[in-house]
């Protein structure tokens, strides 16, 4: 005899692609489907090829015999979005989709619960509960995202925090270099200018131009087919200019995690995305910017005779690779029912 | 017949002086005594002297014939203090009292219950209950204190936060500067080296070198028996010069509290302390800043067809003055009682 089982759909919202997950109450993955988001064709049509997508793996896996009871569907969407309302704000990759009642209109067509966070949110949702934080118990923790751009998730006393707008909070978009480089939002220096895969292009170009830099990192970034961050990372192996690109990185996003902890003083902080696997070409840096810029990082008192690094703030890679966004969202559904909410600044009510 | 009345103390303990202040239920001040922090005496004496305070206050209070109950009594301490423990840190003004277990030295002695926070968690908990945010009704905001130094108080969710080893957050020592001066706490470019009564000083002394500074201000800089923040504040009124020093104070303030919306998106900011009594000479320069270098605060979506600047993160001076503290820490029983509870992030548990 089959089991009943409760399963949650999970879904990953791209500007590029958009991936549908199917997951058992242990939160494995049971049936994954990839389609190609369709951006121009607009929000709502999506929706419905998300939802038939959807529909036809419910069919499927009943058809096999096991009755199964769909939990609620997790969806997790870039941002910025607000996460009170579930409407999407003006979102760079996905024009023509802002103030579209995402959340709304999935349960409408979907006819089951839908949770929305942003893709930020939902990878430090699965990091948090299943990979990096696993083993930790901890309640608190921040993860950043380092991929083309730099996102944040913050969790705060067992809730994702949400903040005034359900914007949660952008920590990419927090100075590290006031009189830095101007970055598309319209601020200087923001972290995501050095820390990203293009802040690392950048870096790696303006590494080419010093007078000491290899022929090899001048070769890589002159070449007519142009180069990308893996290009950097593989390089840096045994090039001194490029391994230099990665310390600077590290430099720039220690400064950004550093004053997390000033400000925070937070137990835990896991860095994700695709530049994490580069781990051990910035950490070095990385580490050496927070102990130089975090005063609370110093501060921070043993508590055990036998001094770890662990008593301190523990900062280290995401675990769950680029499926981190996809299990979060299917998580989503699962925590709602054990009531981890999310923590809302509430808003500024009438002030007469 | 008089009532029965649930009073409350609250102790405001400073490096050069200490209050005690016994509260009625509708957070009146009914008397309050002033001391000398007797430093060199040990945190033990001062204690006892505090007891003697709140034993004396108590006796007196019973004689008028109102039959009393003490809820608790709340203690604001300087900081780093390790909340959870009760235990204090290092404290630069507290020499000879580090590792004191003052929460529970204090409730040994009273036999009361004593709630312990730092002294800007106690200021952060009066403006928010009881001045800046009273009208507000909203569950999460940050206090920065510019005094000597800058302090800081975060509320989230209805609850002070507390961080990992209770320190909290020192928002004081973000960095606001990467390549800037050399803080005291071992970092380079602390917001508090420039936003504090000291950092105006060095502000001013550095205005005063260039070469279209004031012959006024250049006089008052170099006057032989010396000069304060508020000489400094006076002449602003007429000289451009120390006007400047001021817009300067409010940049490097408005890069700091940036940085705070940038990465929490919080409702409200409350700025306190002595140098908050110049907010109309740096409050300009201060938004200007928050403006060019937060992308959260330039997004904040207007909920509202009439667009008010309290659809954004509301950014205003303390109303409490110098007794926040005070009045902070004597409402801390009372709140205890309603169960606002810190929230502290988790020690990092065994991790094998």
């Known amino acids: 005899m089959v089991d009943h089982q409760q399963l949650t759909f999970g879904i990953d919202l791209g500007g590029t692609s958009t991936r549908v997950g199917l997951y058992d109450a242990s939160m494995q993955l049971i049936d994954c489907r990839s389609m190609i988001t369709r951006v121009s064709a607009g929000p709502q049509s999506c929706v419905e090829e998300i939802a038939e997508g959807i529909d036809s793996m419910n069919r499927e896996y009943s058809a096999g015999g096991a009755p199964i009871e769909v939990l609620g569907i997790g969806i997790g969407s870039p941002g910025p979005i607000n996460l009170r309302t579930g409407v999407l704000g003006l979102l760079p990759n996905l024009p023509g989709w802002n103030n579209f009642p995402l959340r709304d209109a999935l349960a409408t067509v979907t006819k089951m619960p839908v949770l929305l966070e942003s893709d930020a ?63 598309g939002c319209g601020s200087r220096g923001c972290l995501e200018m050095y820390a990203s895969a293009n802040g690392l292009l950048r870096l790696a170009a303006a590494a080419a131009d010093s007078n000491d830099a290899t022929p090899e990192l001048k070769a890589l970034v002159t070449r007519s087919q142009g180069f990308t961050s893996l290009d950097v990372a593989e390089l840096a192996w045994n090039d001194p200019s490029a391994q230099r690109v990665f310390h600077c990185l590290g430099h720039f996003l220690g400064i950004g995690i550093a004053n997390l902890i000033n400000i925070l003083d937070l137990p835990l902080i896991v860095v994700g995305g695709g530049m994490a696997c580069s781990w051990n070409l ?46 979060g969202a299917a998580l989503l559904p699962r925590l709602a029912v054990l009531n981890v909410q999310s923590v809302n600044a509430s808003l500024i009510p009438e002030i007469i």
Chains 1, 2 share one sequence.
């Open 282 to 327: 910035f950490a070095p840096a990385m580490f050496r910017a927070v102990r130089d810029y975090s005063l609370v990082y110093r501060l921070a008192t043993p508590t055990q005779v036998d001094v770890r690094e662990q008593d301190r703030t523990f900062i280290c890679p995401a675990v769950l690779g680029p499926s981190a966004g996809l299990l």
């Open 121 to 183: 949110n939902a990878a430090a949702i699965a990091e948090w509960k299943l990979g990096a934080g696993q083993s930790t118990n901890l309640d608190s923790m921040a993860m950043i995202t380092l991929g083309t751009g730099v996102g944040s998730g913050l969790i705060f006393g067992g809730r994702v925090w949400h903040g005034m707008f359900g914007m949660g909070g952008e920590v990419g978009h927090a100075t590290v270099v006031p009189e830095g480089l101007l970055c």
